[in-house]
C-alpha cells in the first residue's frame, strides 16, 4: 500500500472519554514522523542520497501514478504528506546505502479531478502557471492537469536531496509572486547527483507540456540504471 491504512470507522462516539462523543471518528495507520520533519531532525541542510533518496523518489512516484490512473490532481504534493510507518528503523543510525522503508502518502482531501478546478493550494507545491492565476484572480478557474503534480513533485525531491526547500524561509506571498515573474528561472544546481538533478529539472519545466507525465519519470535512467528503484534489472 502506498497510501496510509483505514483501520476502523466509528459512526457515532460514545461514552469515550475524550470530549467528541456524538462525533464520527476515522481510525488510520499512524506514522512515526513524517518527512519534513525527518528531514529538520536528521539531514538538516544536508538531504538524503543514494537508496534512501531513490526510495523517497520512487515511493512519491508511485503514489502519483496511482492519484493520477484515479483520473485525480493531488495539488497538494509535499514533504510534510508522506510519512514513515515502520517502526524498526533507527534513524539516528541509519545510512543512506541502507534504504528508507515504510513511506506512505497522507493528505489527499485537495485532490481533484483532472481539467476541474483547485479548492485549496500550497504555495511551495504550486506551479508557476498556477501561480500566475492565483495573482490575477483567477485560481478558482484555474484548469488542473497532470503537469501541476510533476511540478510538485520535483519541489519535493529537491527538498528531500539538498535538505532544504526550494524557497526556504520566504512567506507563502512571496513564494506566489516570484513563482509568477517572467524572469523565474528554476536552478537545482545544488543537487548533487547528475541523473537526479536531471530528473528534477524535467519535473520543473516552466512550460507544463514539457514535463514529463509520471510513466516517463518512473522510467528516468536515475531509476533504471541503478536497479533499486521501481524498476530493477
Known amino acids: 500500500p502506498m497510501f496510509i491504512a483505514k483501520l476502523d470507522f466509528y459512526k457515532e462516539l460514545s461514552d469515550s472519554g ?18 519534513k520533519s525527518l528531514l529538520a531532525q536528521h539531514r538538516p541542510g544536508q538531504g538524503f542520497s543514494g537508496r534512501a ?17 484515479s483520473g ?15 517502526e ?3 534513524f539516528d543510525s541509519m545510512q543512506d546505502s541502507d534504504g528508507l522503508k515504510g513511506i506512505k502518502a497522507i493528505d489527499l482531501e485537495s485532490a481533484m479531478p483532472i481539467r476541474s478546478n483547485p ?6 507545491a504550486c506551479p508557476p502557471e498556477f501561480a500566475r492565476s492565483f495573482l490575477n484572480g483567477e485560481g478558482e478557474e484555474f484548469v488542473l492537469e497532470k503537469s501541476y503534480d510533476l511540478w510538485s513533485l520535483g519541489m519535493m525531491l529537491y527538498e528531500l536531496s539538498t535538505g532544504r526547500a526550494y524557497f ?17 528561472e528554476p536552478d537545482v544546481s545544488a543537487v548533487q547527483d547528475d541523473k537526479l538533478r536531471d530528473l528534477i529539472s524535467q519535473c520543473m519545466q516552466l512550460d507544463p507540456r514539457k514535463r514529463p507525465n509520471i510513466a516517463l519519470f ?4 536515475y531509476f533504471i540504471t541503478t536497479g533499486v528503484g521501481p524498476f530493477s534489472f
Open 218 to 221: 518512473l522510467l528516468h535512467p
Open 168 to 184: 526556504e524561509g520566504r512567506t507563502p506571498l512571496v513564494i506566489t509572486r516570484t513563482l509568477r515573474q517572467e524572469d523565474f
Open 72 to 86: 485525480m490532481i493531488w495539488t497538494d504534493l509535499k514533504t510534510e504528506n508522506f510519512v514513515i510507518v515502520d
Open 119 to 124: 479548492v485549496d493550494y500550497s504555495p511551495e
Open 88 to 90: 524498526t528503523t533507527d
Open 18 to 35: 475524550s470530549g467528541f462523543d456524538g462525533f464520527s471518528a476515522l481510525v488510520l495507520e499512524a506514522g512515526s514522523r513524517d518527512l
Open 53 to 69: 533518496m531513490r526510495d523517497l523518489a520512487a515511493a512519491a512516484g508511485q503514489c502519483i501514478e496511482a492519484v493520477h490512473s
